[in-house]
């Protein structure tokens, strides 16, 4: 759908159209930096500011229904009850629909094998409480009722519940144990990726070495904050991106699919019996694969 509206001076373009289209100040932001805004016929920027008189014009796609539906997908159920499932994700699988993804999904699995998910995240995230990107492998948990939801989300927000990750990255790692403090917010050079920034959200991730191995490093994080892209984008950061995570320059010599980041731990108490609840995965076969060929003393503890 196009609208075109005449402009009033002295007004951002971005706050300008939020109120006359009765969009959102970040949807908005997203048209313009997918050029589908333009001042007088040319693409501007979120902050030009607009004179009177100026045509703004605004191309907006219409929103397309979306639904989950179950399908019979193989998913890997560590643990469930009343309350919450466990699922330790492969690698490759998207964890709910959208756009890109409208099915084969974890959550469409998850409506033809569970009996129950939670209602607080809609008909598109059903039971989601937190995600883990597409090529990152792991443990994730997933609600069967709002109650618990409300639980489990509040453990992550605050930390109660932790989540641990194992990862290979390039280069020797010098320090052996840090944090990494450093905002990220949406590239503003390709909106598909994420980058740090100092106007971006904080972001807190912790590291430890866990072994050196020649180009490599095996590293074990754990997160203060839940960004999109946190460990991947940290890991760039400093200097040493995730091997296999070509998105954010890590190497991959070893011709991998994705990253070799895996949600190896996750930890919180029990929805309705406060129980502190532990989980582990295993890494990975093709991550082993990779050690063996390094000679990793990890190989096979995880």
Known sequence: MRREVRATEGQRLDVFLSTELGLTRSRVKNLIEDGRVTVNGKEVKAGYMLRNGETVAADIPEDKPLEAVAQDLPVNIVYQDEDFAVIDKEQGMVVHPAAGNRDGTLVN???????????????????????????????????KNDAAHKSLAAQIASKEAERRYIALVDGNVREDEGKIEASI????????????????????TLYRVLERLGKYTLVEFSLKTGRTHQIRVHCKHIGHPVVGDETYGGSNAFKLKGQLLHAYRLSFDHPTTGERKVFDSPLPAYFTEVLKKLNSAYTNNK
């Not at 094998?113 to 994730?140: A, E, Q, Y």
């Not at 917010?185 to 807190?204: H, N, Q, Y």
């Open 185 to 204: 917010a949406r590239s503003r050079k390709d909106r598909k990726k994420m980058a740090v920034d100092s106007e971006g959200k904080k972001a807190v």
């Open 109 to 143: 699995a998850l409506l033809a094998r569970l009996d129950n998910l939670s209602s607080i995240n809609g008909v598109v995230r059903p039971g989601i409480v937190h995600r883990l990107d597409k090529m990152t492998s792991g443990l994730l948990v997933v609600a």
